[in-house]
């Protein structure tokens, strides 16, 4: 019996689907809430991690070694990269990597540790879930590279660089690191995001207005995923 996770950075990411949720038992770990539950009939996991890679790194190995997920499910908002997402738009990540991840003195290319890897796939079966879901509702959704980093990007020339740098559409502050946990510990996963901001000088001002129905799309969508996930 298959037990989902979905996790988002902040509170408002995850409200959505907790209020949607059955059956709901909260419990405390690792100085987080996690919230055990239902949805039509299957077992999930929800909770939010704090933002940025470190927290979220916590959160998504406790989801998978102590509450025992077997896949993982990320659902949030990001800041758009290609001009093809407006504000609202969902965009999949096809793979994921760490726009701030920098030993380039060495000669390795942005992004890249030994024995790591730039760009991190994500699981092929969930994201065909994914396109059934968006076909079925006629909703459009986008599928590429999600850049990772440890700073909200408000910046043009930063989003450029990342953008030409990673050949990545959108980004945001938690989703390699989701990315890295559940490769190594042969985790399905999948990242969701509905665009909040442009990355650029209008970021912080949209974020804040875009915020919570962005991050509601996102939810609604992950919903009808969970409902389609063979258990
Ligand atoms: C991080 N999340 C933003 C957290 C911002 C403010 C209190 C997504 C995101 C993002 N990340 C939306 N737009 C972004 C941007 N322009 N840069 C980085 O995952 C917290």
Request: charged share 25%; with cysteine; aromatic share 8%.
């Amino acid at each position: 019996m298959s037990k989902i996770a979905i996790m988002g950075a902040m509170p408002e990411e995850i409200e959505p689907l907790l209020a949607k949720l059955e059956n709901v038992q909260e419990c405390i770990y690792a100085a987080n809430t996690y919230y055990q539950g239902e949805y039509k009939g299957k077992e999930v996991v929800v909770a939010y991690s704090k933002i940025g890679k470190v927290f979220a790194t916590l959160t998504a190995t406790m989801l998978i070694e102590k509450f025992c997920c077997d896949a993982l499910l990320f659902s949030g908002v990001a800041g758009a990269i290609s001009d093809e997402l407006q504000i609202g738009d969902l965009v999949i990540a096809d793979g994921l990597c760490q726009h701030d991840l920098d030993i380039t003195a060495f000669g390795h290319p942005y992004g890249y540790v030994p024995e790591g890897e730039v760009c991190i796939p994500t699981d092929v079966n969930l994201r065909n879930i994914a396109k059934a879901v968006a076909h079925e509702k006629g909703l459009k959704l986008k599928e590429g590279v999600i850049a990772t980093g440890d700073q909200f990007v408000a910046n043009p020339e930063r989003k450029e660089w990342i953008g030409q740098t990673f050949k990545a559409d959108a980004l945001e502050m938690e989703g390699a690191s989701v990315a890295v946990v559940c490769s190594a510990l042969n985790v399905p996963f999948f990242i969701l995001r509905a665009i909040s901001d442009s990355a650029d000088m209008d970021a912080g001002f949209d974020f804040d207005a875009f915020l919570e129905s962005s991050a509601k799309i996102s939810a609604d969508f992950i919903l009808e995923m969970v409902d389609r996930i063979e258990r």
